[in-house]
């Protein structure tokens, strides 16, 4: 059994606990959405293959683009649920960053039907959630719930900003999805931004076109 299976199992009360975790991906891309995940991992209902097909749950961030993908595809064979929430590049101007991020998180969670024995979140307390909850700091690297919401989350958005590409071939959203590449900022000086940027985040290309991001959408 993999430790972060171990991890889960202890946080649930034993080997027939269903745990769900909790992650994000995206938050800091210029381009695109936030997405949160939340994902419920019945053991009870999971034998020993379906543990070892698991068995490389991680912080996505730690995995190469084919590893995350062959396990997004064991996560949605063998997961009780798995929910998405995403939160658009003008929510997250209008409203910030994080309070969104928090949003986005409390929704994914709260959506999971029937409840779980237990919420692993990473990294943050969930104000006004409705589910009872544990912030785990690198909880990812951790627990094999939060490592499958982590892994569900990047796959997810990845697959959309790759998928936008054909629409906004200019920007390269097909190498870099969204992140802040020496690419990505390049092309914004050439082409300037489109509806996908996050007007409100710090990037040296937005400095250099003398972007306001309170009218900057608007044209």
Known sequence: ????????????????????????????????????????????????????????????????RSRREALYAEILGRARQVVVVLCSPATIDREG???????????????????????????????????????LVGGDRLSAAVGAASIVAKVTRDRLMRSLHDDYPAYGFDSHVGYATAAHQAAICRHGVCDLHRLSFAAAAYRQLELDPDTARDH
């Open 97 to 135: 960053l994080h309070r969104c991020n928090l949003r986005a998180l409390t929704r994914a969670v709260e959506l999971l039907r029937p409840a779980p024995d237990v919420v692993l979140v990473d990294g943050f307390r969930l104000p006004g959630c409705g589910r009872e909850h544990r912030a």
């Open 1 to 64: 059994m993999s430790r972060r299976i171990a991890f889960d199992l202890e946080a649930g009360g034993g080997d027939g606990a269903t745990v769900a975790g909790a992650d994000e991906a995206g938050r800091g891309c210029l381009a695109g959405p936030l997405a949160a995940a939340a994902v419920s991992l019945d053991y009870a209902a999971l034998d020993a293959a379906d543990r070892e097909a698991l068995a490389g749950l991680d912080d996505s961030k730690r995995l190469s």
